[in-house]
Every structure is written in structure tokens, then in C-alpha cells.
């Protein structure tokens, strides 16, 4: 499904056959430590970087409001970031998966999003736009 709004992504949550868990990874764009003249130039263009992950989370839909409280949200934790990366958790049976259960799927998105995987989830920067990766 192609997403284009944060907003929709909460109302397909809402809508799935079975209750979800929503999976978040923020992370941080950087510029590589021994960057390139290229790299550099590139960053500055804000069309590449490395990805530095900063915080994960898991959550029921309903206990996110919108984007903007997400990104509020976030502000307490006091780790900075440039993206989120977001995935669901779908449970079974009318159940809704817990925090427990989403412990090993944010790990699989940890692996994914570090092995370059980036475009297998729904990703937004910090105002919340889609961020397509080519």
C-alpha cells in the first residue's frame, strides 16, 4: 500500500481486519565521519548522509493522536532526529499485539533500516512529509 500522508497510515491502521501495533525507529541523518568533498556536497543537498538511530517505540494507534503529537512526543525523550520510520504489528484474533510481542519486530526494523533496507517502511521527516527513497 502507498501511503502518502501520515494521517493515512493511522486510518489504515484503524481500518486492518485485525488490530495493529504501530512500530516507530527515528533516526538521525549525519554526515559521514570521513566525508567526501562529494558526500559532503550531497548532504548539504540534503540527499544522502548516514543513518544513526536515535529511538524506538511501539504504540496502538489510538494512542497517537497525529503526527504533530508524535513528534511533541518525542521531544521528552531528549534524542534528536530527522526521520521516523514506521511499520505495524498485526495481531490475531481481535487481539491487539502488546509491547512485548513488538520487542522482536522493532529489532528486525533496526537490522533492516542499518542494512540499507530503508524503502520496506513508511518513513516521514520531522514535518511530517513522506520521504521517498530512490
Do not use: Y
Amino acid at each position: 500500500m502507498q501511503i502518502s500522508s501520515f494521517d493515512e497510515l493511522l486510518r489504515a491502521a484503524h481500518q486492518q481486519s485485525e488490530p495493529q501495533r504501530l512500530l516507530f525507529v527515528f533516526a538521525r541523518v549525519e554526515l559521514p565521519a570521513a566525508a567526501t568533498t562529494d558526500q559532503r556536497e550531497r548532504f548539504e543537498r540534503r540527499e544522502g548522509g548516514t543513518l544513526t538511530l536515535a529511538l524506538c517505540v511501539d504504540k496502538a494507534p489510538e494512542q497517537v493522536e497525529s503526527f504533530a503529537a508524535l513528534a511533541a512526543e518525542s521531544e521528552h525523550t531528549g534524542q534528536d532526529w530527522d526521520l521516523v520510520f514506521v511499520s505495524s504489528l498485526s495481531g490475531r484474533g481481535g487481539i491487539a499485539p502488546n509491547s512485548d510481542e513488538a520487542v522482536q519486530p522493532l529489532r528486525f526494523m533496526v537490522n533492516a533500516i542499518n542494512n540499507g533496507r530503508v524503502a520496506d517502511f513508511a518513513t516521514f521527516d520531522r514535518n511530517g512529509d513522506v520521504v521517498q527513497f530512490g
